[in-house]
Structure formats: C-alpha cells, structure tokens
C-alpha cells in the first residue's frame, strides 16, 4: 500500500486501526533535533481520541515509543541521524463492533474500493489502514518537525474555519500573525478566533450527534516565517508538497490556497498583490496569493484551507449491498464514531504542514 511521502524525507506510516501497534519510519531529518517531549505529548493529546461528545469515545493515550532512530530521557527526545522507528500501541479496540461488516461495504468509505484492489482478505475493522487512526504516527513526525521549524523562526496553527456551514472569523490573509496564534492556543480544546461562531459551531455537532448524523467543515491553516524562494515551478511547488500530504489525511476532499476558488470570480486588478517595500525588504499589500507565486514561497504568510467531508460512519440506517449475495441490504453500523472528524483534526493538519514544511526546507 503507498502509505510513503517525501523528497527529503522519506516518511512510511504502517498498522490498522485494530492492530496491536501502528508506527512510522522516517529517515532525512536531521541530526542533533532535540524535541520537548511533554510539549510532544501535549500536541499529541489535541489528536487523541475520546476526550469530548464532540469525538469517539475510543479512548487512546497515544503515547509514542521510539524504537529507533531517538534517545528519549523522558524529558527530551533527541534524534541521532538514524532512521526514526515510532510506534503507538492500540488499547482499545472492538473489532466485535464490525463483525456484520465484513462483505457489506459502509458508504463512503474504503471498504468497497479496497475489496476490489485487495481482496476479501482485506482488514477493515475500525477502517483498517484507511483509517483515520493513522493520522497518529504522522503527529508523531509532526510534532516533531513544528519544535524544529520554531527554532527556524517559522510558526503554524489552524483553526476551524467552518463546521457545517456556521463561519468562524477567517485568517487576514495578509496580517495574519503570532498574536492570531495565541487566541487559538488559549482555546486548544476549540481553537477558534471568534467564540461566538464557536458556541455555534458545538452546537451543530451536538444536533448532528443526538439526530445519529454527522457534520463536515473546513480548516484553515497558516505557516508563518517562511523565506521566499522554497519550492519549484509546476510539479514540486508549495502547493504541490503541503497538498501531497493533506490529501493524506482521510475525508479531505478538496484544499485551496490564499483566496482560493474565490479568485475566479475577480477580475486581475482586483486578484494581483501589489508589491511595497519599507526600504528594506519587499512584500505584498495583500496576499490574495496565499504566501505562493509560481509554485515558490513569496515571504509572506502561506495560508491554506482544506475541505473535510462528513464522518460517513453513521447510526442513521442507510442502503448497501451484500457482496457476497448481491442483493440489497440495510445497514446499521455500530462502534464509536466522530460526529464531526474536524474536531481531532486539527493538529493533523498542523503536522502535515509542518512535514511539508520541513522537506522543503531540506531541498536547499
């Protein structure tokens, strides 16, 4: 299964959501990275399940072991320049919750697609390696790689830009700063910028939740203290790198950067970012182009948004097909599931960000 991504680095994420352990492989970061590990751990936690209404109630302390590649005190984890080997152990499974899903493929999810590539063979219990659970180890290079670009100078945060269609306050795609950063980091167990549009916001999944539904949304994600001049023109942009992994990340469905899908609308002399200088650098008064010209970083903030469908898995009965006799079935689906998946998501897309980010740097 293509579960790698990288030019510098070279990341490989492995396991099933019912396995006993999943884990990542990384080689390419550098030598001598010595990481905070409660601040690790912290960033970690944001991602864990079971810590609200607003997310499953599988519970998992998602606490990384690294077998290789770090020398871990239990302060501090310091990479050695060998490959990183980390592994999370699962602790909570219930595969019994899947046991009537085993030719009847849940819709929209992988499980139909994945019988056809695979076989009947295929694990799909809790998702199995399509599962979001996966996102894990990937925060665990992450986490790793946002303490090692903040000793670079470079900053990245996001928040809910919008959960079912209610708005929060967007990033000023020109303006926006650490002080935007810290409102949301006050507010990590909802990180917004305008707490009205995020009582609105909890108060859409819990009708989602109650009615046995589910809720989609977008993120929005800035990087802030990027040097122009990262990235290549057409096939290994910025773009091309940051949208490589979110689409990793399961039930992305679509990502824009600056104004996005937005400038299609406007005319050129309202899309362009005029150039202006303070007699010692140069910058752009806005940044409809979100932080991007021609596929390279311009110096200015690179802001983008990815579009995240509704959790799929849901208790509303719903129509599929038994594969195996080829007639129509109702199906109920059991288990734990997220009401809304954009709620954990948050620092996924953070550390995909920051992987990006990373490699990119290691190109000069």
């Given at each position: 299964?293509?579960?790698?991504?990288?030019k510098?680095?070279?990341l490989s994420?492995y396991g099933?959501?019912?396995?006993?352990?999943?884990?990542?492989?990384v080689?390419?970061?550098?030598?001598?990275?010595?990481?905070d590990?409660?601040?690790l751990?912290?960033?970690?936690?944001?991602r864990a399940?079971?810590?609200s209404?607003?997310?499953?109630?599988?519970k998992?302390?998602?606490?990384p072991e690294?077998?290789?590649?770090?020398?871990?005190?239990?302060?501090?984890i310091t990479l050695d320049?060998?490959e990183?080997?980390a592994?999370?152990?699962?602790?909570?499974q219930r595969?019994a919750d899947y046991?009537?899903?085993?030719f009847?493929p849940?819709?929209?999810h992988a499980?139909?697609?994945?019988?056809?590539?695979?076989?009947?063979?295929?694990?799909?219990?809790?998702?199995?390696?399509?599962?979001?659970r996966?996102t894990?180890?990937?925060?665990?290079?992450?986490?790793?790689?946002l303490?090692y670009?903040?000793?670079?100078g470079?900053?990245?945060a996001a928040?809910?830009y919008?959960?079912g269609?209610i708005k929060?306050?967007?990033?000023?795609?020109?303006?926006?700063?650490?002080a935007?950063?810290?409102?949301?980091?006050?507010?990590?167990?909802f990180?917004v910028?305008?707490?009205?549009?995020?009582?609105?916001?909890?108060?859409?999944?819990e009708?989602?939740?109650?009615?046995?539904?589910?809720?989609g949304?977008v993120v929005?994600?800035?990087?802030?203290?990027?040097?122009?001049?990262l990235?290549?023109?057409?096939?290994?942009g910025?773009?091309?790198?940051i949208?490589?992994?979110?689409?990793?990340?399961?039930?992305v469905?679509g990502?824009?950067?600056?104004?996005?899908?937005e400038?299609?609308?406007?005319?050129?002399?309202q899309?362009?970012d005029?150039?202006?200088?303070?007699?010692?650098?140069?910058?752009?008064?806005?940044?409809n182009?979100?932080?991007?010209l021609?596929?390279m970083?311009s110096?200015?903030?690179i802001?983008?948004?990815?579009?995240?469908?509704?959790?799929?898995?849901?208790?509303?009965e719903?129509d599929?097909?038994?594969?195996?006799s080829?007639?129509?079935v109702?199906l109920?689906i059991?288990?734990?599931?997220?009401p809304c998946?954009?709620v954990?998501?948050?620092?996924v897309?953070?550390?995909a960000?920051a992987?990006?980010?990373?490699?990119?740097l290691?190109?000069?």
């Amino acid at each position: 299964m293509a579960t790698t991504y990288g030019k510098n680095l070279k990341l490989s994420i492995y396991g099933g959501s019912h396995d006993e352990c999943i884990g990542v492989t990384v080689s390419g970061l550098p030598s001598g990275i010595t990481v905070d590990r409660a601040e690790l751990l912290r960033f970690m936690e944001r991602r864990a399940p079971g810590r609200s209404l607003m997310s499953t109630q599988r519970k998992e302390p998602d606490r990384p072991e690294f077998l290789s590649g770090a020398v871990d005190d239990g302060e501090k984890i310091t990479l050695d320049g060998g490959e990183l080997h980390a592994i999370i152990r699962n602790t909570s499974q219930r595969s019994a919750d899947y046991s009537n899903l085993e030719f009847i493929p849940r819709p929209s999810h992988a499980d139909f697609a994945a019988r056809m590539k695979y076989g009947e063979n295929v694990d799909l219990r809790g998702g199995g390696h399509f599962s979001g659970r996966l996102t894990a180890p990937m925060c665990i290079v992450g986490g790793i790689c946002l303490q090692y670009l903040r000793s670079r100078g470079i900053e990245i945060a996001a928040h809910f830009y919008s959960i079912g269609g209610i708005k929060d306050k967007p990033f000023d795609l020109a303006k926006v700063s650490t002080a935007d950063f810290e409102i949301l980091r006050s507010r990590s167990d909802f990180p917004v910028l305008s707490e009205d549009a995020g009582k609105l916001m909890r108060e859409k999944i819990e009708e989602a939740r109650t009615s046995l539904d589910s809720v989609g949304g977008v993120v929005e994600c800035a990087i802030l203290g990027v040097p122009a001049g990262l990235g290549e023109h057409m096939f290994d942009g910025v773009e091309n790198r940051i949208s490589g992994i979110v689409f990793g990340i399961p039930a992305v469905k679509g990502i824009e950067f600056g104004n996005g899908f937005e400038c299609s609308t406007l005319h050129g002399s309202q899309n362009n970012d005029p150039f202006v200088t303070d007699g010692e650098k140069i910058f752009t008064s806005t940044n409809n182009a979100g932080g991007i010209l021609g596929g390279m970083s311009s110096g200015m903030p690179i802001v983008f948004r990815a579009a995240m469908k509704p959790t799929p898995s849901i208790y509303l009965e719903q129509d599929s097909v038994d594969m195996v006799s080829m007639k129509p079935v109702k199906l109920s689906i059991k288990g734990r599931h997220d009401p809304c998946v954009v709620v954990r998501a948050l620092p996924v897309f953070e550390a995909a960000a920051a992987i990006a980010l990373t490699d990119l740097l290691l190109d000069n």
